[in-house]
């Protein structure tokens, strides 16, 4: 059965825009989990943007599913993970200028540097995933460093329409088959929303699937009106 992986980094972005403590980021990992999720997803990145390590050392210590570490893979990183010991790390490119993750990881051209990288996090017992493209180079190249997981980018699905849309989807499905037979793990996300998430589910041995900004915006889409509600009943109520 596919699993879900809530990423909560939204939650953040709100707190950070205020630079104060609410929301917390921490607080809601809990609702998510009593929701349903079966992992919960933060991306630690350079500039500290949204998520920061307070947050990840205390979801560490408090979460009940499994925490999913997000990050580049840098130096600084990996010191970090090897202090917080996540249940298991994604790698992605990250880049100071993008708004989120653009594409997938190159893996392919950076095998040397990744097989010590991805060896070091193993040594720790942390499982890795990388964040790749549906590409056959990304996946081979991804059993032979040494990845546990992949997480196949679905961005490029979720922007497309129609036919482009459905080759699109073939070429997850295949990829997917692909990496099962090498004995990877594969997960997917990016773009995953309310409307387009089944097909990606519905892919036979699909992991686990990593959400954040559909869920979050549902989130506040359900939410808002019960807030506005309640501020309401305290300013006319005497
Ligand atoms: N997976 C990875 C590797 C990501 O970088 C992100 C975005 O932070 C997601 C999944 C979730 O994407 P979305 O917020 O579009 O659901």
Not at 67 to 75: D, S, V, Y
């Amino acid at each position: 059965m596919t699993t879900l992986g809530v990423n909560i980094d939204h939650i953040a972005n709100v707190r950070q825009a205020r630079k104060t403590v609410e929301p917390d980021p921490v607080q809601f990992a809990f609702l998510a989990e009593l929701g349903g999720a079966d992992s919960i997803t933060v991306h630690l990145r350079e500039d500290r943007r949204h998520i920061q390590d307070r947050d990840v050392f205390l979801l560490k210590k408090t979460i009940k599913t499994k925490l999913n570490l997000e990050m580049a893979a840098t130096e600084e990183m990996l010191e970090i993970a090897k202090r917080l010991l996540p249940d298991y790390v994604t790698l992605v490119p990250e880049k100071r200028e993008e708004v989120t993750t653009e594409g997938g990881l190159d893996v392919r051209n950076n095998v040397k540097y990744f097989k010590n990288f991805v060896g070091n996090l193993k040594d720790s017992n942390i499982e890795v995933s990388a964040f790749i493209d549906p590409i056959s180079d990304q996946i081979n190249y991804s059993k032979e460093i040494g990845f546990n997981f992949i997480e196949l980018h679905t961005g490029k699905y979720a922007e497309l329409t129609g036919s482009d849309q459905y080759k699109e989807l073939q070429r997850i499905v295949e990829s997917s088959h692909e990496a099962n037979d090498l004995g990877l793990i594969v997960n997917a996300g990016h773009g995953l929303n309310f409307n387009n998430v089944k097909k990606i589910a519905s892919i036979n041995n699909m992991n686990e699937l990593n959400i954040g900004h559909s869920i979050v915006a549902r989130a506040l889409a359900v939410g808002l009106e019960k807030s506005v509600r309640e501020m309401k009943s305290l300013i006319t109520s005497n």
